[in-house]
């Protein structure tokens, strides 16, 4: 659903993603690795338009988006999460996911204005559907807490939410269990497998490589912005390269 | 009683005040005074649903005021035309000019946006300064007419020759004004400001197209500064491109942040409080000025939220409730 061709980003003299091709399969968890500085963060920003392609192609369910604003990708139906969670931090939790309702509405200024009937029936739903998320996640009950009052689990759960308040086909997310201990990462790896089940495709930037081996369909490997290995977990765990790019091969490093 | 109810009644009792004002009060210097309150809050509500609501601080909106006094002075002055639709055009010209400044300026943020924007209100300031063959220039539009008695349905012709007839108007055009900014603040719409404002980028990544919003807003509070232009030339009568100026901008700033960033009543609070109380100084004479920034810095530093910040943190305090979030504006 997501091709990826020739992608690269040039940071003045540094190659961050280096022609890069990749594809994301419908229905799939893809996680992504590699060493710190390997251009994972890179590509997502490409991908979500944070920033723009030096050279390449991005094309989402048969439509070239590169070069396309974030809330323009947000529309197409590609959802992120950051490295260092991002939330409305002064915001209560209804108003940071009533926010992310915002590409699946449209009534406008009229309607808000008039109080139209089309206004409070999307109010109504959109109402609706942040408690199905809040549930979703497991936020119940935390409606009116500061976003940044929440533990940092919390706020992980609150952020994918706000990422899957926007009805998104893809889901990206930027190290979702950095932080967290392995009680935690395991609710988190649960939700992301719900996730799926819901029919949403998930890739994933990932660090800790029990994670990685449990939830993947498949692996890839990003060094120095270009993709050294792909595959099954089982594959790429056992890839020379792979093993040397984390470890450093004899001699180097 | 909840804090709802609370906020309810404190609302009725202030509308069924101003309602009243001019029944109690017939000193015509006190009645003047919260003329300018009024007309003076309205710009308030404007520059609060940029600054508190986007998070934009625009040093344009003495421009946007005075292009909506000068649109509307003009066209009665020059053509003839009735008050009321003038009036109407002065809106649109605000918005135009919100829209016509914000394009360019709206590519910026923080200090350059503030600094971008100065530069764009100057140009219009000047603009009104040379034009003479249009403005009249650094004379001023002089004796421009009050407003048009406005015909009611059932009630006849309402005529705005008397002081309190025109307290009323500008009264009736601020509730107006927050009612407005309310309905479009408490909506998706709204929700999408407040969010550029926290994080922008957030927002971007999700789907909020954040500069066609900045735009927006700077285009609804150019309409409202518009207006609380026009009826500034009307109620004063007189016009010049000073009214344009910086000082209307920074004014307007030092309303919001007095009376409380962001908040629903605290523009309006800050505008009656630093219209009126600058007035009570004037015993002091040359210690005036000296005491308003005394003032200002107080407010600011153990204030920051404003009057409106500080009241409700007392009476939280007071009812010994924990620390909760507050629906914004």
């Known amino acids: ?42 590509l997502f920003n490409l ?16 439509r070239d988006i590169s070069g396309w604003p974030p809330h323009a990708v947000a529309k197409a139906g590609i959802a992120r999460t950051f490295q260092s969670t991002s939330l409305f931090g002064e915001l209560s ?32 739903e959109s109402h609706q559907r942040v408690r199905q998320m809040l549930e979703f996640v497991g936020l119940d009950g935390q409606e009116q807490r500061r976003a940044s009052d929440l533990p940092t689990e919390t706020q992980q759960r609150l952020a994918m939410a706000l990422a899957l308040a926007t009805k998104p086909r893809l889901l990206l997310l930027d190290e979702p269990t950095a932080g967290m201990n392995d009680e935690e990462v395991q609710g988190l790896v649960g939700l992301i497998r719900r996730i799926r089940e819901t029919g949403v495709t998930v890739g994933v930037i990932e660090h800790r490589m029990k994670v990685v081996m449990g939830i993947s369909d498949r692996v890839v490997v990003l060094d120095h912005g270009v993709k050294i290995a792909e595959g099954s977990p089982v594959e790429v765990q056992e890839n020379p390269e792979v093993i040397a790019a984390y470890l450093g091969t004899e001699g180097s490093d | 009683m909840t804090a709802r109810q609370a906020r309810w009644l404190l609302t009725c009792g202030l509308l069924g005040l101003g309602v009243a004002v001019p029944a109690l009060i017939s000193n015509t210097y006190i009645l003047h005074l919260l003329v300018m309150s009024c007309i003076w809050a309205i710009l308030a509500v404007s520059m609060n649903l940029m600054l508190g609501v986007t998070g934009l601080l625009s040093l344009a909106h003495g421009a946007l005021f005075g292009i909506g006094g000068y649109t509307s002075a003009l066209l009665v002055v020059r053509t003839g035309m009735n008050f009321w639709p003038a ?16 394009l360019p300026t709206l590519r910026t943020r923080g200090p350059y946006f503030v600094i971008s924007s100065l530069c764009f209100g100057l140009v219009v300031q000047i603009m009104m300064d040379k034009w003479e063959d249009l403005t009249f220039g650094p004379l001023g539009i002089t004796s421009i007419p009050v407003a048009s008695p406005l015909p009611v349905p059932g009630i006849g012709r309402i005529t ?34 407040h969010a550029i404002r926290v994080n922008e980028d957030l927002a971007e990544a999700l789907g909020v197209p954040a500069m066609r919003l900045a735009l927006l807003a700077f285009v609804l509070s150019g309409m409202i500064a518009g207006v609380a232009g026009s009826l500034y030339a009307m109620y004063i009568t007189y016009l010049n491109p000073s ?26 609070v800050g505008a009656f409080v630093m219209t009126i109380l600058p007035e009570t100084f004037r015993l002091f004479e040359e210690f005036r000025l000296l005491i308003f920034g005394l003032l200002l810095i107080v407010v600011i530093i153990f204030f920051p939220q404003g009057i409106v910040g500080g009241v409700r943190r007392f009476w939280r305090f007071a009812r010994r409730s924990p620390e909760r979030t507050t629906p914004h504006a």
């Open chain 2, 87 to 102: 009036l109407g055009l002065a809106a649109v010209a605000g918005g135009l000019g919100g829209l016509v400044i914000g």
């Open chain 2, 243 to 268: 009214d344009a100026g910086f000082w209307v901008s920074l004014n307007g700033i030092l309303f919001v942040v007095v009376g409380g960033v962001g908040t629903v009543a605290g523009p309006i």
């Open chain 1, 1 to 42: 659903m997501l091709e990826i061709q020739a992608l690269t980003r040039q940071f003045g003299g540094l190659l961050a993603v280096n022609g890069l091709d990749l594809v994301v399969k419908e229905g799939e968890i893809l996680s992504i690795i590699g060493p710190n500085g390997a251009g994972k963060t890179t």
């Open chain 1, 93 to 124: 939790v209804i108003e940071n996911l009533l926010i992310s309702c915002y590409c699946r509405t449209r009534v406008g200024l009229r309607g808000a204005l008039l109080r139209s009937a089309g206004f409070k029936r999307e109010e109504r």
């Open chain 2, 160 to 193: 705005f020759e008397s002081l309190p007839a025109q307290y009323y108007l500008v009264l009736a055009v601020l509730i107006l004004a927050v009612f407005l900014v309310r309905r479009v603040v408490d909506s998706r719409v709204g929700r999408a400001f």
């Open chain 1, 47 to 62: 991908i979500g338009g944070q920033i723009r392609p030096t050279a390449g192609r991005i094309s989402f369910a048969g």
